[in-house]
């Protein structure tokens, strides 16, 4: 029976592996459009598939951002400025990209730009400073791939959308969770609507990289921020122990984050260029071996976890 069961399992993975390393053809020829590519995951993206020969349509906030990222690369790429929070920056990016691909459409759609700040407990917030990384996070995604989306299913490529391992286990206050969990519906809900157009959508999952959206020193001072603007009563319930406490937790995430973005850009390259791509990729170790299992337990028992693990308010219970 067990052996059976074994070889069931090996022959499942076998098939898997060789179906994923089939690659699409005439890549050189296929458009690619990233957003956030003045740093981070979309930068590494965008000059990695530069060198894969790919036509790489890069969108960045500012022109700093797109000059550096054109001198480091070859004269394939091109950039555009985009702010996807403004639908007429959107709207001015979406003519520029039909323009270059024409007729052929838009082989990959990657939302990649995102910000994580502000964050804290959600008592601390206004409805501004959730709105401020929905905007970005999930909103922007929304309309850019609404303005796009005729030219990739003309293409019949793909949407990569890069949502977190917190948008599958929420662990703190602020926008930024509800923001990965709603890319989560919204890719789901996508992928099932556009798959009757040879459209695949794939969702990125990273763990903690180093990143600017994981920039202790930029978390450390909007929480500090936020602290200083909170009512007196909410500085009397929480503390300034809890305080403290919150801080040395954000300092310590520095010292987990993954600096070799590789390991995520390599599941967007091949989300976009594999013949048979995933649903969805979970990207670093601690995607993988905590934040995915956790997932997948019994709310009683995260909740457990979680609040074993971080700091109490002074006035708790």
């Known amino acids: 029976m067990w052996l059976y069961l074994a070889a069931f399992v090996g022959l499942y993975y076998l098939m898997r592996w060789y179906r994923e390393r089939q690659v699409v053809s005439n890549l050189r020829d296929k458009y690619v459009f990233i957003t956030g590519c003045d740093s981070g995951f979309g930068n590494v993206l965008a000059r990695q598939l530069d060198l894969r020969g790919l036509r790489v349509l890069a969108a960045c906030l500012t022109e700093k951002g797109a000059e550096l990222l054109r001198n480091q690369t070859s004269d394939r790429l091109e950039t555009v400025i985009l702010d996807v929070t403004k639908t007429d920056s959107i709207a001015v990016a979406t003519q520029w990209v039909k323009e270059r691909v024409g007729d052929r459409g838009l082989w990959g759609l990657v939302n990649n730009a995102g910000i994580s700040v502000p964050t804290a407990p959600n008592e601390w917030l206004t409805k501004q400073d959730f709105m401020k990384i929905l905007n970005v996070n999930l909103l922007g995604v929304i309309e850019v791939t609404l303005s796009l989306l005729p030219l990739v299913r003309k293409a019949r490529g793909r949407v990569v959308n890069v949502a977190s391992v917190l948008g599958r286990v929420s662990l703190y206050g602020g926008g930024y969770c509800i923001s990965k ?13 556009i798959s009757h157009f040879g459209v695949k959508v794939a969702i990125i999952e990273p763990g903690y990289f180093k ?43 520095k010292k987990q984050c993954t600096q070799n973005l590789s390991l995520v850009t390599d599941c967007m390259e091949h989300a976009l260029t594999a ?22 337990m019994p709310t009683f028992l995260v909740d457990a976890m979680i609040s074993w693990g971080s700091p109490r308010p002074a006035k708790a219970l």
């Open 275 to 296: 013949c048979h791509p995933r649903t969805r990729y979970s990207a670093g170790w601690d995607a993988k071996f905590i934040y995915l299992p956790l997932s997948y």
């Open 211 to 253: 990143t600017a959206v994981t920039d202790a020193e930029m978390i450390s001072r909007t929480f500090r921020e936020i602290w200083d603007r909170a009512s007196p009563e909410v500085k009397e319930v929480y503390g300034e122990k809890f305080l403290v406490s919150s801080m040395k937790m954000i300092e310590l995430m």
């Open 181 to 193: 969990y709603g890319v989560e519906a919204f890719s789901d809900s996508l992928r099932r609507e």
